[in-house]
T-cell receptor, first 114, second 110 residues
Framework: ETGVTQSPTHLIKTRGQQVTLRCSSQ?????VSWYQQALGQGPQFIFQ???????GRGNFPPRFSGLQFPNYSSELNVNALELDDSALYLC?????????????FGPGTRLTVT | QKEVEQNSGPLSVPEGAIASLNCTYS??????FFWYRQYSGKSPELIMS????GDKEDGRFTAQLNKASQYVSLLIRDSQPSDSATYLC??????????FGTGTSLTVIP
């Protein structure tokens, strides 16, 4: 069974730029959720995709957007990067479109905005 | 009021003792509850899930849920130095938004 993978591992961007982060879900999982984790904080829910549709969204502005593909992999796009976007971005996959299901995390992408 | 609240700690226990971690949540309609362990520099790892009132045991870990009090806890028996990590409580709400607490930092002292 293949676990959740994310790419890239680390990324450095300049304020105002755009970034795309990628996630491959665990084998057999059809749901992907994205989180932002600042240092010393718990993960903050950005949104969830279930079968290619957004299925829940946290309190993040529209410049955070996403996609899910037919193979259930997913992308997180962030436009107009701000310094406060510097964080660990986590992807988690689960089997099911509701929050009732256990989520398994990938290793994360560390984004630094300068 | 935050959706999920945890004591940030740090919590220190001697090796072999019981570590008790607590979490409260605000959405009375929440149906599922999760505990994750996160080592420094790593991503969260699922260690327990609980859906019904009462206790659920898995090895040295016991999760306890009281929906009436909107309270969920994690007990770690026979604590080991390898248990030293941050423990995160996660609760999805009825709006399908998944909330984590800020985490409790646990140190097990040999």
């Amino acid at each position: 069974e293949t676990g959740v993978t994310q790419s890239p591992t680390h990324l450095i961007k300049t304020r105002g730029q755009q970034v795309t982060l990628r996630c491959s879900s665990q084998s057999g999982h059809n749901t992907v959720s994205w989180y932002q984790q600042a240092l010393g904080q718990g993960p903050q829910f950005i949104f969830q995709y279930y079968r290619e549709e957004e299925n829940g969204r946290g309190n993040f502005p529209p410049r955070f957007s996403g996609l899910q593909f037919p193979n259930y992999s997913s992308e997180l796009n962030v436009n107009a990067l701000e310094l406060d976007d510097s964080a660990l971005y986590l992807c988690a996959s689960s089997d099911g479109g509701r929050g009732y299901y256990e989520q398994y995390f990938g290793p994360g992408t560390r984004l630094t905005v300068t | 009021q935050k959706e999920v609240e945890q004591n940030s700690g740090p919590l220190s226990v001697p090796e072999g003792a019981i570590a008790s971690l607590n979490c409260t949540y605000s959405d009375r309609g929440s149906q599922s509850f999760f505990w994750y362990r996160q080592y420094s520099g790593k991503s969260p790892e699922l260690i327990m899930s609980i859906y019904s009132n009462g206790d659920k045991e898995d090895g040295r870990f016991t999760a306890q849920l009281n929906k009436a009090s909107q309270y969920v806890s994690l007990l770690i028996r026979d604590s080991q130095p390898s248990d030293s990590a941050t423990y995160l409580c996660a609760v999805p709400n009825t709006g399908n938004q998944f909330y984590f607490g800020t985490g409790t930092s646990l140190t097990v002292i040999p």
